[in-house]
Nanobody
Framework: QEQLVESGGGLVQPGGSLRLSCAASGINFSRYTLGWYRQAPGKQRELVATITEGGSTNYADSVKGRFTISRDNAKSTVYLQMNSLKPEDTAVYYC?????????????WGQGTQVTVSS
């Protein structure tokens, strides 16, 4: 059974830091592109960051220089280090694993973890 489980969300003051983790099971983790997305109330889900099988990263302009995505294939875990947090970073953060293989798309989502940035 494929499963992604996020953890590490919470309440933090502006300027603070959080590290999100997403542990995967049931997939060949090292072969997947991994991503973090977020959805704020009343808004569409948006891309935050991705990391490919080869370790290449991509970030939304709004988080560049503040957030860092990384992966540990041995632990089947992807991380999102979030620094200098702003109130506009408040959202539910979702982990994603994606792979295209033999013409089929394999796309899995976690259940989400709430991040609230507020004083």
């Amino acid at each position: 059974q494929e499963q992604l489980v996020e953890s590490g969300g919470g309440l933090v003051q502006p300027g603070g830091s959080l590290r999100l983790s997403c542990a995967a099971s049931g997939i060949n983790f090292s072969r997947y592109t991994l991503g973090w997305y977020r959805q704020a109330p009343g808004k569409q889900r948006e891309l935050v960051a991705t990391i490919t099988e080869g370790g290449s990263t991509n970030y939304a302009d709004s988080v560049k220089g503040r957030f860092t995505i990384s992966r540990d294939n041995a632990k089947s875990t992807v991380y999102l280090q979030m620094n200098s947090l702003k109130p506009e970073d408040t959202a539910v953060y979702y982990c994603n694993a994606f792979r295209e293989f033999w013409g089929n798309n394999y796309n899995y989502w976690g259940q989400g973890t709430q991040v609230t940035v507020s004083s």
